[in-house]
């Protein structure tokens, strides 16, 4: 078959491909450590689980509206205005099935080709795969090491133009678990407002966060009519395989991105909305335990990769990544993480399936055992000895 032109210009997520590429190693007797997929090795919350068995029973397996069950477009409204401190109403958000339809849809409705599109780099590989799918100009705002990987917004701010049309902002950080402080949304919320130009605020992890309370560029002056909040259930209730997410927006958007979901997957499973209600209004101990947990573990791997000869690791303060710089060790990204999949066992994403800024680097997600991670670090030392 003859694809289109554009599919040539869309990208994928590299963690998909290594899960493979380990579950087939798997499949020949090899043991192996995965460090490359992000999501919690947690289980879902029992009540939250046990409120989408009642609502399966209670015949919850109807089509429903394609912006979302009321029930949940009201909690995740309240959620919001409680931890974000903005004003949302039901009519501002849209339900998807998992967060990433949101940046498709948005990505989709705002840019038109030649559109530039502010994005951090190292950075999820979607946004620029989804600027370049629809044939925007992605415009890579660099995060630096030495700066901890926080967002460098003055960068950002000199790049934001007449052609810039959308920014994309994620804090905490995936890959790296920087963040942008305060005053720093403030400006940029100051520079969007200034130009008129919306913001997609990737929030997905705004509940993974060690030192520091979550403030949303939402809530900045001047936003309201441009902020477009994406969040979801994945990691903070590890729900990653239930498919769920939203966007919250002006409510005009919010009209435009249902649209887009009435043409594509119509509307979200349910009886997993109704869960997600349970989730948001319910007990939220366990999001305080996974959190109290992974601190330990980024706490345990950034110690124990800054023992690893060649390596120098900056201590993330949110999300559950870390971002080495492995330069240190003489491997190109790449190769090294072949090396440690194929030859020691150890599943991990090279710097680069983040972009072009993500070199000299590796992505290990630290949601694993305390053990297996103990475990993939002397897996990495004695790789790293040996090809001394
Ligand atoms: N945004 C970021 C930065 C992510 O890392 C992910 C998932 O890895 C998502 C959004 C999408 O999450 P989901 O579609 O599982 O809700």
């Given at each position: 078959m003859r694809l289109s032109e554009r599919m040539a210009r869309l990208g994928t997520e590299t963690a998909f491909d290594v899960l493979v590429r380990a579950r087939a190693l798997e499949a020949q007797g090899r043991e192996i450590v995965h460090l490359e997929i992000g999501e919690p090795d947690f289980d879902t919350p029992p009540h939250i689980t046990a409120a989408a068995i009642e609502a399966l029973k209670g015949g919850a397996t109807h089509y429903g509206p394609s912006a979302g069950i009321p029930e949940l477009r009201e909690a995740v409204a309240e959620d919001s205005t409680r931890r974000r401190g903005v004003k949302a109403t039901p009519e501002m958000v849209v339900v998807t099935p998992g967060a990433k339809p949101i940046m498709f849809f948005v990505i989709l409705a705002l840019v038109d080709p030649g559109d530039e599109v502010l994005y951090p780099?190292?950075?999820?590989?979607i946004y620029e795969s989804m600027i370049r799918y629809i044939g925007g100009v992605p415009v890579p705002v660099r995060l630096r090491e030495e700066k901890g990987?926080?967002?460098d917004v003055d960068q950002l701010c000199d790049k934001l133009g007449p052609r810039t049309r959308l920014v994309i902002l994620n804090y905490p950080h995936n890959p790296t678990g920087g963040g942008i402080p305060e005053a720093g949304l403030r400006a940029i919320a100051d520079a969007a407002a200034r130009h008129g130009v919306p913001v997609l605020s990737d929030?997905?992890?705004?509940?993974?966060?060690?030192d520091t309370v979550h403030a949303s560029?939402?809530?900045?002056?001047?936003?309201e009519p441009l902020a477009i909040v994406l969040d979801g259930f994945s990691k903070t209730y590890a729900m990653t395989g239930w498919r769920l997410g939203y966007g919250v927006m002006p409510a005009p958007m919010a009209q435009v991105v249902a649209k887009l979901q009435t043409n594509s997957t119509?509307?979200?499973?349910t009886f997993s909305q109704k869960a997600a209600v349970v989730a948001l209004r319910g007990d939220q101990s366990s999001v305080e335990r996974m959190v109290a947990e992974f601190r330990r573990r980024r706490d345990a791997i950034v110690e124990g990769l800054r023992t690893v000869p060649g390596v120098q690791c900056v201590r993330p303060s949110g999300a559950f990544y870390v971002f080495p710089n492995i330069t240190g060790t003489g491997y190109s990204s790449r190769a090294l993480a072949d090396r440690l999949l194929e030859e020691a066992g150890v599943a991990c994403l090279s710097g680069t399936a983040f972009g072009?800024?993500?070199?000299?680097h590796l992505r290990f997600s630290y949601a694993n055992s305390m053990e297996n991670i103990e475990e993939a670090l002397g897996r990495m030392r004695r790789l790293l000895a040996r090809s001394r």
């Amino acid at each position: 078959m003859r694809l289109s032109e554009r599919m040539a210009r869309l990208g994928t997520e590299t963690a998909f491909d290594v899960l493979v590429r380990a579950r087939a190693l798997e499949a020949q007797g090899r043991e192996i450590v995965h460090l490359e997929i992000g999501e919690p090795d947690f289980d879902t919350p029992p009540h939250i689980t046990a409120a989408a068995i009642e609502a399966l029973k209670g015949g919850a397996t109807h089509y429903g509206p394609s912006a979302g069950i009321p029930e949940l477009r009201e909690a995740v409204a309240e959620d919001s205005t409680r931890r974000r401190g903005v004003k949302a109403t039901p009519e501002m958000v849209v339900v998807t099935p998992g967060a990433k339809p949101i940046m498709f849809f948005v990505i989709l409705a705002l840019v038109d080709p030649g559109d530039e599109v502010l994005y951090p780099n190292p950075g999820f590989p979607i946004y620029e795969s989804m600027i370049r799918y629809i044939g925007g100009v992605p415009v890579p705002v660099r995060l630096r090491e030495e700066k901890g990987f926080d967002l460098d917004v003055d960068q950002l701010c000199d790049k934001l133009g007449p052609r810039t049309r959308l920014v994309i902002l994620n804090y905490p950080h995936n890959p790296t678990g920087g963040g942008i402080p305060e005053a720093g949304l403030r400006a940029i919320a100051d520079a969007a407002a200034r130009h008129g130009v919306p913001v997609l605020s990737d929030e997905i992890y705004g509940r993974i966060l060690y030192d520091t309370v979550h403030a949303s560029i939402a809530a900045m002056p001047g936003m309201e009519p441009l902020a477009i909040v994406l969040d979801g259930f994945s990691k903070t209730y590890a729900m990653t395989g239930w498919r769920l997410g939203y966007g919250v927006m002006p409510a005009p958007m919010a009209q435009v991105v249902a649209k887009l979901q009435t043409n594509s997957t119509s509307c979200t499973a349910t009886f997993s909305q109704k869960a997600a209600v349970v989730a948001l209004r319910g007990d939220q101990s366990s999001v305080e335990r996974m959190v109290a947990e992974f601190r330990r573990r980024r706490d345990a791997i950034v110690e124990g990769l800054r023992t690893v000869p060649g390596v120098q690791c900056v201590r993330p303060s949110g999300a559950f990544y870390v971002f080495p710089n492995i330069t240190g060790t003489g491997y190109s990204s790449r190769a090294l993480a072949d090396r440690l999949l194929e030859e020691a066992g150890v599943a991990c994403l090279s710097g680069t399936a983040f972009g072009e800024f993500g070199e000299g680097h590796l992505r290990f997600s630290y949601a694993n055992s305390m053990e297996n991670i103990e475990e993939a670090l002397g897996r990495m030392r004695r790789l790293l000895a040996r090809s001394r």
